[in-house]
């Protein structure tokens, strides 16, 4: 994988965030991905992102804008910078209340690509920013 083929691909599993399709998120990704919860656990497997996108989708609304993908020269490694704007729109399991709070605040990611595939998802933004924007 070039460094303009591993950003390509990133670019087009953020362009179908964009668009809520989740099935084209997924063909991007390798049967075993893995993927690190912002401040929190490890995941491994296509079916495991898949249950975490049915939640996603569930409890927010989200647009990604201001998108800024990096790519390392041998295309093994990208990572993304980008403001989230969102809506909380059903409460998520350990997290408040929801009542249809709007909040935008910034976030990356960190990937391994691997066979023109993402390997890897490490996703953070900053927790406690959030709670105070939906009144934690």
Same mark, same amino acid.
């Given at each position: 994988?070039?460094?303009?083929?591993?950003?390509?691909?990133?670019?087009?599993?953020?362009?179908?965030?964009?668009?809520?399709?989740?099935?084209?998120?997924?063909?991007?990704?390798?049967?075993?991905?893995?993927?690190?919860?912002?401040?929190?656990?490890?995941?491994?497997?296509? %079916?495991?992102?898949?249950?975490?996108? !049915? *939640?996603?989708?569930?409890? @927010?609304?989200? #647009?990604?804008?201001?998108?800024? $993908?990096?790519?390392?020269?041998?295309?093994?490694?990208?990572?993304?910078?980008?403001?989230?704007?969102?809506?909380?729109?059903?409460?998520?399991?350990?997290?408040?209340?929801?009542?249809?709070?709007?909040?935008?605040?910034?976030?990356?990611?960190?990937? %391994?690509?691997?066979?023109?595939?993402? !390997? *890897?998802?490490?996703?953070? @933004?900053?927790? #406690?920013?959030?709670?105070?924007? $939906?009144?934690?």
């Amino acid at each position: 994988m070039t460094q303009d083929t591993a950003r390509a691909l990133i670019e087009t599993y953020y362009a179908a965030f964009n668009r809520a399709d989740w099935n084209a998120m997924l063909e991007c990704l390798a049967g075993d991905v893995v993927h690190d919860l912002n401040q929190g656990g490890r995941e491994h497997g296509r %079916d495991a992102f898949r249950a975490f996108l !049915a *939640r996603m989708d569930r409890c @927010y609304e989200e #647009q990604l804008r201001d998108i800024a $993908v990096f790519a390392a020269a041998d295309g093994t490694r990208a990572a993304a910078e980008y403001v989230v704007h969102g809506r909380y729109k059903a409460t998520d399991e350990g997290l408040p209340p929801a009542r249809d709070q709007r909040y935008a605040l910034p976030g990356g990611a960190f990937f %391994d690509l691997r066979d023109g595939r993402i !390997a *890897r998802v490490t996703n953070y @933004y900053n927790l #406690q920013d959030w709670l105070h924007q $939906v009144g934690a």
